[in-house]
């Protein structure tokens, strides 16, 4: 596609469900990344894929937090059990040319966890 | 770990009027540093980055330099038009590859 796609745009969901949020990097690029954004802060760093593997997933918050990309494309951030602290936009980016290429965003899920 | 400031958190100005945002930086081995521009409710657009070798990176009416030594980027965004107002991200990659960003500078230029 023409940019990073991220389904849902909006998720509202209940204490103590299982969420999965979607991300559809730009056709090419290897590096993916997941991030989270509370209101009024800058981005952090959740996990980082190169190709199919998780090259850095020191960004999780715990192990209710996962992500998979299983064919080295499209990209899948599960959290289980969620919480109220959860609710934020994460946001999905994708770069070509891997760790220090210029990353490209989608414009982000928001999780609201009532 | 790095730790990355943006000031002001908030920025008025009157159309025409020249920009001026910083950001520091704790630990100066970077790779590189982006500026972004993030638009309300919506994801993060690339505007410059800046190679760790490098000084400074221009285009068209921005500027942003970077001194890697003292922990400094600034970025200047000349003759402001309202279409500029958003909120600018800088964010630097401290081990070459996980971004570590600042709260950002929300811009307003009023007409």
């Known amino acids: 596609g023409a940019g990073v796609s991220q389904t849902p745009s909006n998720k509202v969901t209940e204490k103590g469900k299982y969420v999965e949020l979607r991300c559809d990097p730009i056709s090419g690029h290897t590096a993916l990344y997941w991030y989270r954004q509370s209101l009024g802060q800058g981005p952090e760093f959740l996990i980082y894929f190169q190709g199919t593997g998780a090259a850095d997933d020191s960004g999780l918050p715990n192990d209710r937090f996962f992500a998979v990309r299983p064919e080295g494309s499209v990209s899948t951030l599960k959290i289980q059990r969620t919480e109220r602290g959860d609710s934020a936009v994460y946001l999905c980016?994708?770069?070509?040319?891997?760790?220090?290429?210029?990353?490209?965003f989608g414009e982000g899920s928001r999780l609201t966890v009532l | 770990k790095q730790e990355v400031t943006q000031i002001p958190a908030a920025l008025s100005v009157p159309e025409g009027e020249n920009l001026v945002l910083n950001c520091s930086f704790t630990d100066s081995a970077i790779y590189n540093l982006q500026w972004f521009r993030q638009d309300p409710g919506k994801g993060l657009t690339s505007l410059l980055l800046?190679?760790?070798?490098?000084r400074e990176q221009t285009s068209g009416r921005l500027n942003a330099s970077l001194d890697k030594s003292s922990g400094r980027s600034t970025l200047y965004i000349a003759a402001s038009q309202p279409g500029d107002s958003a909120t600018y991200l800088c964010?630097?990659?401290?081990?070459?590859?996980?971004?570590?960003f600042g709260a950002g500078t929300t811009v307003t230029v009023r007409a």
């Open positions: 964010a630097v990659s401290a081990d070459d590859y996980k971004l570590s």
């Open positions: 800046i190679q760790s070798s490098q």
């Open positions: 980016a994708s770069s070509s040319f891997g760790p220090t290429g210029e990353l490209f």
